[in-house]
């Protein structure tokens, strides 16, 4: 395993059982729910990252052929010496 696959799977292992996280979530919000007059929200029981409402980010057309030239560029210059 190289280096950047172990940074890789290292940085996404907050996410590993992200359905049985979210099913536990589900029962004690329901459970919360029924003793509560108020209306309670799943990330009042607990917040996880993936609840943050990030923007998801658009590449354009030019965008993606910029960073195709780039990436060609790099590889041709890894690639001579």
Request: charged content about 25%; aromatic content about 14%.
């Given at each position: 395993m190289k280096t950047y696959e172990a940074t890789e799977i290292l940085g996404s292992i907050q996410y590993r059982d992200r359905d049985n996280k979210d099913m536990a979530r589900m029962i004690?919000?329901?459970i919360a729910q029924v003793n509560s007059k108020k209306?309670?929200?799943s990330t009042d029981i607990?917040?996880?990252p993936w609840d943050d409402d990030k923007p998801v980010a658009v590449v354009t057309d030019e965008e993606r052929e910029e960073l195709a030239?780039?990436?060609e560029a790099i590889k041709r210059q890894l690639?001579?010496?």
């Open positions: 004690a919000q329901v209306t309670i929200k607990v917040k996880f030239k780039r990436a690639w001579q010496t």
